[in-house]
């Protein structure tokens, strides 16, 4: 436990006698049960991954100390990614702890200011393009064919290698694959990641079933469920704003093979089931995060997606302290002053004021 993902699953990943195992502690997240939205549904068993206790705040930790491990074994001084965000921090946050430099390049004006900020601090060398972050990927993957940089986004394999390690610590703790996994889909990395992770434990004879993947994106951005490119993608939930995922084939076939669904889920249902896990569940979660949940609520309610009977786990990508700005404007009642007194305090709260002023909330 806390022991990194690299030690704890060597066996299943390139690890060679020449990698160094690093670890900030990522991986072991805590697997929650629901309380709420479970019996909503009608599930037999519904739990949250929470992905947002790595160390960086999201999923891509795991991936990225695998990726980052790979660089330093071939000797790499410089690692490049692009990012909506998430993979910059985690990126930013490895290349400081290994004394690599980083490189990060994030589309202009779409990426939470949580997560800028978390590269800043690492000390990367941040560029802003003027562009999706479709372009800024072609970008990236382009600097890395003609400079000696190592691209760390998942179009590199030992981030999917490391990614995958979470389907396992799932199966781990539940001692059997669920019947169904929800999870949010931009640049299809992670549906793709999970469904190696599953198929290779149920290989290896450690489960006797495989889930059904059932992914999400953002209607704005949905270009797996149009089957199409989408030009300009917009959707509130900026991580997955990308209408042009790179792993759109191994998502598919993680949709085919395993029986599930890639589906859209509007903004409106995403801001919905990001309000209700923080104020119903006490999981205050990305936007993007939150696609799983909406996506899992509109199978069972317009569906006819029955989960009686079933174990469901939804992948709870990223954490909501990344994007303030957005909770500013999207969860609950705005904040309230009060004079320094009982008598101003408990008129706010509505409570009979108290000649004691000992008046007990
Ligand atoms: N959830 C969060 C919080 C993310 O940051 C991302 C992707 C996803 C879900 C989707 O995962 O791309 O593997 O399908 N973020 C990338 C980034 C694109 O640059 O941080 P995916």
Known sequence: ????????????????????????????????????????????????????????????DRGMVVAVAKAMEEGHSTILCASTGNTSASAAAYGAYTGIHTVVLVPKGNVAEGKLVQAIAYGARIITVQGNFDHTLSLAREMAQRFPLSLVNSVNPHRLEGQKTAAFEIADSLGEAPDYLFIPVGNA????????????????????????????????????????LVESPVTVASAIQIGNPASWKSAERARDESGGVIDSVS???????????????????????????????????????????KVSVCIITGSGLKDPALAHEHMGSPLQESEANIDSLSRLLGLPASRSGSARV
């Open 189 to 228: 990395g992670n549906i793709t990641a999970y469904w190696m992770g599953f198929q290779e434990y149920y290989t290896e004879g450690k489960t006797k079933r495989l889930p059904r993947m059932m992914g999400f994106q953002a209607e704005g951005a949905a270009p797996i469920v149009a089957g199409h």
């Open 1 to 60: 436990m806390g022991q990194g993902v690299l030690l704890r699953y060597k066996q299943y990943l390139p690890v060679t006698s020449q990698t160094p195992l690093i670890s900030m502690g990522e991986g072991d997240t805590p697997l929650v049960r629901s309380r709420h939205l479970e019996a909503e549904l009608g599930c037999a068993e519904l739990y949250f991954k929470l992905e947002g206790c790595n160390p960086t705040g999201s999923f891509k």
């Open 267 to 309: 903004d409106e249902e995403i801001l919905d089931a990001y309000r209700m896990l923080a104020q119903r569940e006490g999981i205050f979660c990305e936007a993007a995060s939150a696609a799983s949940i909406a996506g899992l609520r509109k199978q069972v309610k317009h569906g006819g997606l029955d989960l009686s009977g």
